[in-house]
């Protein structure tokens, strides 16, 4: 199975790093580092290096026209060279803070060939040497082309051939092209700060003049997005350069999101490098799988007893429905042959009931056959046959640590109400009716987990230290009887959108009831005497009595 993996790196002064040193390893070369202004200048020799399966030199199309017209070319050599010379002060000397490049690691995918994982690495670097508008270099690593011995230390036990990899390598600053040479130019987009990415474009006459708010002087802006948005974006389009590939096999697609970001409560894993298998890190990735494994498995029987538990729920509501749509149906029948003026509003209710059950009905059904499907890939998911679920009767102490993880995330859920990803907000044009945003709180749920948050104290005062709060929250999860006594308010907080459901039905009942209840008060036998009341409940129009709704 593909994974995703996209990790920005810088190549700077400040860690010790050199780009000739850089290229050599990534391109499995001998470089030699003639910078002059660097004593520590020498000759760097990765030629052992034998897993190199691609070495290119990518150009914006700008400075590629640019160059070909003087007949220009560049080697690998000459740019590291011009970056490291170029990287001076006025005065002569080596920038020792100078950042010399960006890298981003990507994690090809052991399902496609070679030639499929190159493209995906030269459409990616392609993509970025245009946005930033400098030079890029791509290094494709296959351990199935060799080995990387400066890597595994000549372990071959660490090599892992599904590894596939590319070191996608842009330089900080844009290369300018004058009087047929060339030099650095100003820093790319991505290494600006944030303040200036922010700030707007404003015409070269107004920088350096006083802005009229805050008196300081204008600031040349970029009028780009931020730096974490931006990161976000590049992230996206990898994810969406892999999924493309992938897509055309019909192999499971790969996602830049976080597992916060997709709402499951998993712990990620840690890239071990060049550390073994049996280190710390390797040994916490293994805990860490293990962990999400078994709440995956426990996720999956909750998802089936919690179907099985709605289709049940589903034909109660189905039968109470029937059941007063027989009573109404008594109630009108055995009014039929009086003359009343409310005939006519217990006509258009009855056509409302039946409408509302004929839509239910449906709605059952279709969610009935949504269940059965639902139930059906879970079991095949979690590997669970009919008589596999007999059996589980005698694994409850097994499943006793996944119920607590599940009242733990119930009360995590609750202290989290008031995030962006878990309330309806109005004021953005949000609502519970857009299925997007359907799984989150409105503001009528938030009122009530408020208040159940303030009687049981479960929100941290600013005063209060985390510990006291833990605890008090550690005593509640301890405590069954808070579960049992409050089931109603947790119901809510595991499906908000199933709760809306019941409560809007139980308005459209109470609403119908309504007017059966003024049915009845008036009575049929008593339409003279209202008729006489100085504050009767009919509105006279046209010498004809109506009833007031």
Partial sequence: MAIYRLER????RVKGHNLVAAIAYRAGLELTDPNPLNPEATTYDYSKKSDVALTEIILPDELAAQMNG?????????????VEKGETTLRGKMKMGAKLANE????????LSLEENIKDF???????????????????????QGDDIYETGGDLTRKDERNIH?????LSRQVELRNGKLSLGKKCDSDASNDERVRPVVPQNLVGEPDPVTGKPIQQGRGLCSNSEWLKGVRESWANIQN???ARHNLALVTHKSYEELGIDFKPGHHRGKIGKNSYLGEKNESNYNGNRKQSKYAADCQADISEQRISDSKQRINSHEQRTIEIDRIIASRAGATDPFADAIRRSRAARESAVISCDQGSEAFDRAADDTIAAVRRLAGISSQG????ESELAKHAQYAENTKINLIRKILKRRKEENQIRLSWGESADDLEHAHKFDPRQLEILNAFANKYQLDKSRSEPYEAAEERQWNLVNNDDFFQDNIEVFDLVRDPKLEREKYNARKLSDSCQSVLSINSDVGYGEQSRGLDEPNNKLVMG????????
């Fill in 244 to 246: 493309k590939s992938l």
């Fill in 166 to 170: 590319a070191h996608i390598v842009l």
């Fill in 9 to 12: 790196k810088s190549i700077s």
């Fill in 104 to 111: 981003y690691v990507l994690a090809g995918s052991h399902e």
């Fill in 542 to 549: 046209n010498n004809i009595p109506r009833p007031k709704f």
């Fill in 70 to 82: 003087e007949g220009i070319t560049l080697t690998l050599p000459e740019i590291a060279n011009l």
């Fill in 122 to 144: 030269q459409e990616f670097a392609k993509q970025q040497a245009e946005e930033q508008g400098v030079i890029t270099m791509v290094f494709v690593h296959d351990p199935k």
């Fill in 389 to 392: 679920i007999k059996q589980r």
